[in-house]
Structures are given as structure tokens and as C-alpha cells.
Nanobody, 120 residues
Framework: QVQLVESGGGLVQPGGSLRLSCAAS????????MGWYRQAPGKQREVVAV???????NYADSVKGRFTISGDNAKNMVYLQMNNLQPEDTAVYYC??????????????WGQGTQVTVSS
């Protein structure tokens, strides 16, 4: 089994910054991709940023230039640096990893989510 735990959410004023972290633990052989998604009230979950093994990253247009995703495969962690936060960034942020476990097939795993609220 693989578990993901996010941290770093909270309340911030518009224009502020937050850094989210996600740690994976369990029977991990390798991690193929790491990503952050978010879900605002009444909306569907959407991708924010993804980083694949080897370094390529992709960002949603709405966060380009403001958010930065980074990963540390040695520590099984992924981070999301969020700058110039705006009220429309308010959502529950979820970590996701595509993991090859020690035994069995690769699978996608989700964290429990962390709330980010941007408000004055």
C-alpha cells in the first residue's frame, strides 16, 4: 500500500504565497509522475501541475508564471510553490502520484487534500 499526505494549506491574503508539500510512504519501487490537482466548491477537480520522472512539467494556463511544481524522488515528495495567490485559487488541493509499488502493477494514488483559502 502507498499513502500520500499533504501539508501546507491555509488562509492567505490575495497576492500572498503558500508552499504545499506531499509525502509518499509505503511499498514504493519508483514514482513515474507527481502532480497537484484542485477542486473548488461546486466545480470538478482540475489539474494544476504535473511533473514526470526526468523533469518535464506541465501547468494549467491559470497558474502559469505563478505556481512552480518540484519533486524529490529520493524523498518521495512533491511540492507546489504558489505565489501571487488570488481568490479564484481557493480550493482543496490534492496530491497525486503514479507509483510502481514493490509488487504489482503501477497505480495512481491520491492524498486526502489540503484546503487553500485566498481571502482578504
Amino acid at each position: 500500500q502507498v499513502q500520500l499526505v499533504e501539508s501546507g494549506g491555509g488562509l492567505v491574503q490575495p497576492g500572498g504565497s503558500l508552499r504545499l508539500s506531499c509525502a509518499a510512504s509505503g511499498s514504493i519501487f519508483s514514482i513515474y509522475a507527481m502532480g497537484w490537482y484542485r477542486q473548488a466548491p461546486g466545480k470538478q477537480r482540475e489539474v494544476v501541475a504535473v511533473i514526470t520522472s526526468g523533469g518535464p512539467t506541465n501547468y494549467a494556463d491559470s497558474v502559469k508564471g505563478r505556481f512552480t511544481i518540484s519533486g524529490d524522488n529520493a524523498k518521495n515528495m512533491v511540492y507546489l510553490q504558489m505565489n501571487n495567490l488570488q481568490p479564484e485559487d481557493t480550493a482543496v488541493y490534492y496530491c497525486n502520484m503514479l507509483v510502481r509499488p514493490l509488487s504489482g502493477f503501477p497505480n495512481s494514488y491520491w492524498g486526502q487534500g489540503t484546503q487553500v483559502t485566498v481571502s482578504s
